[in-house]
């Protein structure tokens, strides 16, 4: 299951870099999306998927799944949903004030030598 | 007095949260930003002194026993950098008062320098690698709402490579942290040093240790990973920018050393080689860029990344005078880079362009601004009496004391350059004839003056005194030196 797991998160980072090294904006947005979906689900594969039971205490139950990837990957899932907004937000402004989304029209600035 | 070590992460946290209540009014926004920056020092200074006086600090959230729960160290190294982060907010946020505008105080400016802080400190005093990645994470969102705020084109453009670079580096650290603890199954810096310890040489523990490389390396700007920052710095405005300079990247650096003295101790032949590579290409780097360019801005910018490559140098020898080399320089850093941007963020204001061709003269209307330049640029190259000398000249030693002559003498012919993409800023923009318009308001010249000036004359304090300072770099270094220390303050303390 965890090689199942890791080759569906390799083509997801694979998709990802490709998404980030493109042109247009939002392309770039979608593939730090797929980016963190990769990174959260290797934490959770990363913590073994061994485990019978949610980690919820109940009787009779002995063989939980690790607690501890699943507090981290909510957290870390959090922290890039606040990031996404925000830079989804930005590119939004940008496209307003530079009228473009193509990263190729963005570089450097007008004094500079 | 245990949640001492907490006070300055928690009162520019609460600070901050007061701030957000009231955004329009200006002067109650700078008078409780100045004592909440206040109250946070005197209580890192109590704590440094408690760090000197009882040794290493921690404490485990929660009274759960230390693996369990998240754990805070404060060791002598993280207790001075959480100070001099702490003094470097006080002035930049003096310097604000007259410098950032009023449109940009009004739109919680304040708040997200606090909040910034908030997470430097957090990063600086952490006992745990993804509690390390959550304050990251506080002080990368702080930093690019700073970096965007006015929504001026430039800083649109530069923002979003900032941005996406970083979210990168992120997932790449949250990634790593995924590795690191399917090898030794638990999150605690000092269970990990432990457990580390007893797999001993293994091929994964390199490789998790290069990818920490690779994620801290991005923050902290070391050769091939500094090519977002020129850019980046150059957008925002001076006493932002002062900030970034002083402290981002040196949270990159602190966490290198932490990791690469605290975890990855068993192959030291790879890892540590490659470290040493690493700096002495971020120097050749930095050195080209600081001569390269024109704008005053940038010639600092690639400073910073010279420096960073020295402090790794040093940490990456693993001597005591390497190590006490590198306490000594980034704190120097820290405190030297605040004082330039500074000052030149005074020229900038002066002569209206950061172009040092279309600048001259400036020596005869401001003579003050002029000398306390050369003496931070001489500061800089380190000249014996002033700060960055004793720090340079420990990590020499440490260099020639593992015998790599030819890095140790490409480190001091590096400060050759330094020195000279300095003193060329001083020629340029100081001597000559005068250019352009130079009426400045000498109301607003003191008002911006008086915080740069202090910190001259600290750093300038800072090198006279390093004789005072030794007892606690010891102290810094002993720690680095010998991750037992570490361990056993964190497992004998929480108890």
């Known amino acids: ?107 450097g600035t007008e004094d500079n030598d | 007095m245990i949640n001492l070590l907490l006070f300055p992460i928690l009162i520019p946290f609460l600070f901050a949260a007061i701030l957000l209540f009231f955004p329009k009014k200006v002067k109650a926004q700078r008078i409780i930003t100045i004592i909440g920056l206040l109250t946070a020092l005197s209580s890192a200074f109590v704590l440094l002194w408690k760090v000197k006086t009882d040794g290493v600090q921690s404490l485990t959230l929660g009274s759960w026993a230390p693996p369990f729960g998240i754990t805070m160290v404060s060791d ?60 990251f994470e506080v002080l990368l969102m702080s930093s690019y709402v700073l970096i965007v705020l006015g929504g001026e084109k430039v800083q649109l453009r530069e923002s979003i490579k900032y941005i996406l670079v970083n979210i990168v580096s992120s997932s790449l650290f949250v990634i790593t942290v995924g590795y690191l603890y399917s090898v030794v199954g638990t999150l605690n810096m000092a269970d990990i040093s432990i457990k580390l310890a007893d797999i001993g040489q293994a091929g994964i523990v390199t490789v998790i240790a290069v990818l920490f490389l690779i994620v801290f390396g991005i923050k902290g700007a070391i050769f091939p990973l500094f090519f977002w920052l020129p850019g980046s710095y150059a957008a925002p405005p001076i006493p932002i ?48 860029g600081a001569l390269a360019y024109f704008d005053v801005k940038k010639i600092i910018i690639y400073n910073i990344i010279i420096a960073v490559g020295v402090i790794l140098f040093g940490a990456s020898v693993m001597n005591e005078s ?55 640029a001489f500061g800089l190259a380190g000249i ?77 304090l800072y090198g006279v005194g390093s004789e005072y300072l030794v007892p606690f770099m010891t102290d810094a270094t002993a720690v680095l030196l010998d991750p037992s220390v570490y361990s056993n303050a964190v497992f004998g303390g929480g108890k």
């Open chain 2, 241 to 288: 920018l002062t900030l970034f300079g002083a402290l981002l990247t040196k949270v990159g650096v602190y966490a290198i050393i932490r990791t690469y003295t605290l975890f990855f101790t068993t192959d030291i032949g790879f890892t540590h080689e490659l470290l040493m590579i690493v700096s002495i290409l971020t120097i050749i780097a930095g050195c080209i």
């Open chain 2, 384 to 460: 014996p009496p002033l700060s960055g000398f004793i720090g340079k000249l420990l990590i020499i030693q440490g260099g020639f004391e593992n015998e790599l002559l030819w890095q140790s003498i490409f480190i001091l012919a590096s400060s050759l350059i330094v020195l000279l993409s300095a003193i060329r800023i001083f020629i340029y923009a100081f001597w000559g004839e005068e250019k352009g318009a130079l009426d400045f308001h000498p109301k607003t010249y003191r008002h911006l003056l008086a915080p740069t000036i202090t910190l001259v004359v600290l750093t300038v």
């Open chain 2, 76 to 135: 002598m190294m993280s207790a001075l950098l959480v100070t001099s982060s702490l003094l470097i907010g006080l002035f930049v946020v003096w310097f604000s008062f007259t410098s950032i505008g009023i449109e940009r105080e009004k739109s919680f400016y304040y708040p997200a320098i606090l909040f910034m802080l908030t997470g430097v400190n957090g990063a600086f005093t952490t006992g745990d690698i993804f509690n390390m990645f959550v304050f």
């Open chain 1, 1 to 107: 299951m965890e090689i199942l797991m890791s080759i569906l998160i390799g083509f997801l980072f694979m998709a990802a870099v490709y998404l980030i090294l493109s042109r247009s904006l939002l392309r770039i947005i979608i593939g730090t999306g797929l980016l963190s979906h990769g990174t959260h689900l290797l934490l959770l594969t990363m913590g073994g998927l061994g485990g019978k039971a949610a980690p919820v205490l109940s009787d009779g139950v002995t063989d939980y799944a690790d607690p501890l990837p699943q507090a981290l990957i909510l957290t870390a899932i959090v922290i890039s949903f606040g990031v996404t907004a925000f830079s989804l937000v930005l590119a939004y402004r940008t496209y307003n004030e530079l009228g473009t989304d193509n990263m190729d029209l963005m570089k």
């Open chain 2, 322 to 376: 390497g190590m006490m080399g590198s306490m000594f320089y980034l704190i120097h850093d820290i405190l030297i880079k605040g004082a330039l941007f500074l000052l030149i963020g005074i020229i900038i204001h002066i002569t209206g362009t950061s172009d040092l061709r279309k600048m001259g003269g400036l020596i005869k209307r401001y003579p003050v601004l002029g000398w306390s330049y050369l003496i931070a």
